[in-house]
């Protein structure tokens, strides 16, 4: 590669990229950890251990565990009818697939207020035989499995396309049954492909905001999420609390960022 | 994929959940509020949209997103670009620490960068008391959490583009007798061109939606710094679902026009360049 450009150049360049890089992005990082544990360690852990606290946490487990396992079981299936087979509305299903990304989490939470608001579609059906889906477990579940609805498919339809389908043709060919072919062929070969999905996917679900804070109702103890508990900290002004709620998420993210590094070299070697 | 049998099996199986996933989910709520929009009259559609309110909180989201996209267009270049060519100490943390914010929650994000660029913030101690320059809390601020959003779409867009670029035309440009600002200005940023627009443009569509990383920097004054976002929300938590409803509706419109008419003058701008050859 050619740098014709003089050294002093080159080195205001990465200065200024660098400054740019850390004012807007490496510094937030930093103080969330050094904010998190600026009343040392015992504090932190009385933050992350405080009954709503971990009632926040719980709920925002429980949430990622049916929406995360759905959109994997889902994403499979669609990710091998959209990779191996052409059929028509194929065009129409990616579009809807890739939907979700593309809308605002506000709007993303307002389509299911829509649905099952007191003035929704379903809100006076649902009344009448009092089931309760906005501002309760449902709905944060719902709003979750939308926003982070596309990531796993998205990962293993690229992943399915470049393999090619000849391995699987073998197994079938040579008497494979469907199932065989799917827990010995294909599921081994998606392996890495998954578990960067899945990671992907657990991630967004425990951190998602904004669909969420839409559904919830911010019921204390009850629909407040980590994130949403960490809105309410905030605002309450308790903000050493705050940011230790805010450590735990951002270990989730940095997590799926070391796990992007790793899977995403194993990927690469595997082709 | 022409091939005349398939002998793979589970199509049935796969498209059947793949369509009963994706109607409940997605078709069934988006029917949902196309039903609620097509439900205004337009008279409704009027009042609501000319409300001072929601007109001052449109602006103000199209206006700090396009801003910030812009930021993101020229920070996110000057990133790939050190990135992609010059070799320094730290090269590869930097280019994980680009993914940052795909990876931080929107929440951890806003709060974050509200105490960093407070009054009292350790950058906005700088820049507030030294500069004079309020962040926080004023629409900079949006400004300054939009850019964030956006960042890694330009310079993911960018880096395999820079990364595949013929070296032999910038070397022809420099044997030529080309400076380098011409070489950069003349031969290597019309080739980085559609994809620093593809970037930029995927920036100004996130920004637009943004939520989470806005509403604790933004201060969240009516007409002042009340995005259009937390307006729908505003609006829902009154109850009035047709308000939000248009609202968000009108968003994704105006949003949309934006980013056609970016493409329709980028497609005449190539079909223009390609009259010239």
């Known amino acids: ?271 | 994929m022409s091939r005349p049998h398939n002998p793979l099996p589970g199509l049935s199986l796969s498209l059947g959940v793949t369509w009963v996933w994706l109607g409940l989910l997605v078709v069934v709520p988006i029917a949902a509020l196309i039903a609620k929009t097509a439900g205004l009259s337009a008279g409704q559609w009027f009042d609501i949209l000319s409300d001072p309110r929601v007109i001052s909180s449109v602006r103000l989201s199209l206006g700090a997103s396009a801003l910030a996209a812009l930021i993101d267009g020229v920070l996110g270049l000057l990133l790939a670009w050190v990135l992609v060519r010059y070799p320094f100490p730290g090269r590869s943390l930097a280019d994980a620490a680009v993914d940052l914010p795909f990876a931080l929650p929107t929440a951890v994000a806003g709060i974050a960068l509200t105490a960093l660029y407070a009054y009292d913030g350790w950058l906005g101690r700088i820049l507030q008391g030294q500069l004079g320059l309020k962040v926080a809390f004023a629409p900079a601020g949006i400004v300054l959490a939009l850019t964030f959003v956006g960042l890694p779409f330009v310079v993911r867009t960018l880096q395999p583009i820079l990364k595949g670029l013929d070296p032999e035309l910038e070397q022809a440009a420099v044997c030529l007798g080309a400076t380098p600002a011409q070489t950069f200005w003349r031969v290597t940023l019309p080739q980085l061109r559609p994809a620093l627009l593809t970037g930029t443009t995927m920036a100004f569509a996130r920004a637009v939606g943004e939520y989470g990383s806005v509403v604790f920097i933004s201060g969240n004054l009516p007409g002042k710094t009340e995005i259009a976002p937390l307006l729908i929300v505003t609006r829902l938590e009154q109850y009035d679902y047709l308000g939000a409803t248009a609202i968000a509706c009108w968003l994704l419109l105006l949003a949309t026009t934006v980013l056609v008419l970016v493409n329709w003058l980028q497609n005449r701008r190539n079909s223009l360049a390609g009259q010239h050859v």
């Open chain 1, 1 to 271: 590669m050619p740098t014709p450009e003089p050294k002093l150049l080159r080195w205001t360049l990465i200065g200024l990229a660098l400054l740019g890089l850390a004012a807007l992005v490496v510094l937030p990082l930093l103080l969330v950890l050094i904010e998190a544990f600026s009343e040392g360690w015992p504090a932190w852990r009385e933050a992350v251990t405080d009954e709503e606290t971990l009632s926040a946490i719980r709920l925002s487990l429980a949430v990622a565990a049916v929406a995360v396992p759905l959109n994997t079981v889902a994403g499979l299936a669609a990710a091998w009818a959209l990779a191996r087979f052409r059929f028509r509305g194929r065009g129409l299903l990616l579009t809807l697939l890739d939907l979700p990304l593309s809308i605002s989490p506000v709007v993303s939470g307002l389509l299911f207020v829509l649905l099952f608001g007191a003035q929704g579609w379903l809100g006076p059906w649902l009344q009448e035989r009092d089931i309760q889906v906005l501002f309760a477990f449902p709905g944060l579940v719902l709003a979750t499995t939308f926003v982070t609805l596309p990531l796993v498919a998205r990962e293993l339809l690229p992943l399915l396309e470049a393999l090619g389908p000849e391995e699987e043709i073998a197994a079938i060919t040579l008497g494979a049954s469907p199932w065989q072919l799917l827990w010995q062929v294909v599921l081994p070969r998606l392996r890495w492909g998954l578990v960067y999905g899945v990671i992907l996917c657990t991630a967004r679900a425990l951190g998602e905001f904004g669909a969420v804070s839409v559904v919830s109702g911010h019921i204390r103890g009850e629909t407040c999420t980590l994130p949403l508990h960490i809105e309410v900290l905030h605002s309450e002004y308790h903000f050493q609390a705050a940011f230790a709620a805010a450590s735990l998420l951002s270990l989730v993210g940095l997590l799926g960022l070391l796990a992007r590094r790793v899977v995403g070299a194993r990927i690469g070697k595997a082709h």
